[in-house]
């Protein structure tokens, strides 16, 4: 069974830029979610994709955006990079009828400078 | 909304020591609780989980009993390790989305050290 990978795992932009995010999903998992984690805090839920689109969305700005693809691995996508935007983002797979349980991946660092 | 408290850290214990680390939440509804686990440079684990009022999961040697009317999920084990020491988040699931299935609020994390 193949886990949630994630690249980049580390990335350094500077403000104004944009970012791209890659995520595949663990095996047989038909959604995918994508979390903020600033540093020492909790992740943050900025939305989840199902069957392509999007399934629900915190408290995000638009500037964060996000696809997933037909073999479920999905991209989040950053424009307009600001300084707060650095932190670990965290891509989770899961079955949508499951009991909320996520598997996570190791992350991407990303810093903006 | 929902959401979840957990106790501040960081929290240093010797090796053998009973650990608690508290959680408390708010939900409508009948959401599911969890404990992740995040080892130091690494993505989230799940260390257990409990689906209903009064459930208990447990692995690795520690537990967590869903109490619907405390509105709590502690996490305790009953001797530590020092391969125990990372950081450990309570989270809720969020099912307000219309399906069976929504996204989980976390708690801000509780760091746990370990020392022989």
């Known amino acids: 069974e193949t886990g949630v990978t994630q690249s980049p795992t580390h990335l350094i932009k500077t403000r104004g830029q944009q970012v791209t995010l890659r995520c595949s999903s663990q095996?047989?998992?038909?959604?995918v979610s994508w979390y903020q984690q600033a540093l020492g805090q909790g992740p943050q839920f900025i939305f989840q994709?199902?069957?392509?689109?999007?399934?629900g969305r915190g408290n995000f700005p638009p500037r964060f955006s996000g696809l997933q693809f037909p073999n479920y691995s999905s991209e989040l996508n950053v424009n307009a990079l600001e300084l707060d935007d650095s932190a670990l983002y965290l891509c989770a797979s899961s079955q949508k009828s499951g009991t909320g349980e996520l598997f996570f991946g190791e992350g991407s660092r990303l810093t903006v400078l | 909304g929902n959401s979840v408290t957990q106790m501040e850290g960081p929290v240093t214990l010797s090796e053998e020591a009973f650990l608690t680390i508290n959680c408390t939440y708010t939900a409508t509804g009948y959401p599911s609780l969890f404990w992740y686990v995040q080892y130091p440079g690494e993505g989230l684990q799940l260390l257990l989980k409990a689906t209903k009022a009064d459930d208990k999961g447990s692995n690795k040697g520690f537990e967590a009993t869903y109490r619907k009317e405390t509105t709590s999920f502690h996490l305790e084990k009953g001797s530590v390790q020092v391969s125990d020491s990372a950081v450990y988040f309570c989270a809720l699931s969020d099912l307000g989305y219309g399906g069976s299935q929504g996204n989980l609020i976390f708690g801000k994390g509780t760091k746990l050290s370990v020392k022989p």
């Open positions: 095996s047989g998992h038909n959604t």
């Open positions: 994709y199902y069957r392509e689109e999007e399934n």
